[in-house]
C-alpha cells in the first residue's frame, strides 16, 4: 500500500550548513537528485517497501516550513496538557 507508507512517512532530510556558498547548493541538490533516481536505489527502496520523493531545497524548505506550521498549531493544547499555561 504506497500510498499508506507515503501518507504516514517521516521526511528523511538531507541538510547544509549555514551559510553555504550559493555555487555549492546545486552541485549538492544535483548529487542527490541523482542519488534517489538511480534504479539501483530505487529497486532496493522497492524492496524495502519505502517510497521516496526528491525535493529540491526550496521544496524541502515549504515542507519543513508546513509541519513546523502544524506543530505550531497544537502547541496550546500542549502547554495545557503540561500545565506551561498557568502562570
Known amino acids: ?4 507508507n507515503k501518507a504516514l512517512n517521516s521526511p528523511r532530510l538531507i541538510g547544509a ?3 553555504l556558498p ?3 547548493r546545486p552541485i ?3 548529487a542527490i537528485k541523482k542519488a534517489v533516481e538511480d534504479p539501483g536505489f530505487q529497486e532496493t527502496a522497492k524492496k524495502m517497501r519505502k517510497t521516496t520523493d526528491y525535493l529540491n531545497g526550496r521544496d524541502t524548505e ?4 508546513n509541519v513546523m506550521q502544524s506543530y505550531q498549531n497544537y502547541s496550546p493544547i500542549v ?3 503540561f500545565g506551561q499555561d498557568k502562570k
Not at 1 to 4: G, H, R, S, Y
Not at 62 to 65: A, H
Open 22 to 24: 550559493a555555487n555549492i
Open 1 to 4: 500500500m504506497p500510498e499508506l
Open 62 to 65: 515549504k515542507l519543513m516550513n
Open 79 to 81: 502547554r495545557e496538557l
Open 17 to 19: 550548513p549555514p551559510g
Open 28 to 30: 549538492l541538490e544535483d
